[in-house]
Nanobody, 123 residues
Framework: VQLQASGGGLVQAGDSLRLSCAAS????????MGWFRQAPGKERELVAA????????YYADSVKGRFTISRDNAKNTVTLQMNSLKPEDTADYYC?????????????????WGKGTQVTVSS
């Protein structure tokens, strides 16, 4: 089972990035999916999560109105559209598959993790 995240990069404040996560080895259509981020010296935090069918989404207060999470169960992918990026969004971003159909907010609520993709936002 593998989660492959891509789409990170170096951008300027105000720019947009689109992160994608492709799952292989099994389907996660019955599992919530989430995007976490971890900045140097900080704990990993949940940025956005989506329930198994996309019916419910969760966003950290710091990204509400700027980030959008979506999923395509037919393609076994989850996407994080990030707009109006700020320097404080700089971090390694990780996609994760949840243990349950409804998203949890803690890393322990997620059982599979992809390698991070780095996002750097310059001011």
């Amino acid at each position: 089972v593998q989660l492959q995240a891509s789409g990170g990069g170096l951008v300027q404040a105000g720019d947009s990035l689109r992160l994608s996560c492709a799952a292989s080895g099994r389907t996660f259509s019955n599992n919530a999916m989430g995007w976490f981020r971890q900045a140097p010296g900080k704990e990993r935090e949940l940025v956005a999560a989506i329930s198994w069918n996309g019916g419910r989404t969760y966003y950290a207060d710091s990204v509400k109105g700027r980030f959008t999470i979506s999923r395509d169960n037919a393609k076994n992918t989850v996407t994080l559209q990030m707009n109006s990026l700020k320097p404080e969004d700089t971090a390694d971003y990780y996609c994760a598959a949840g243990r349950f159909a409804v998203a949890g907010s803690e890393p322990s609520d997620y059982s599979y993790w992809g390698k991070g993709t780095q996002v750097t936002v310059s001011s």
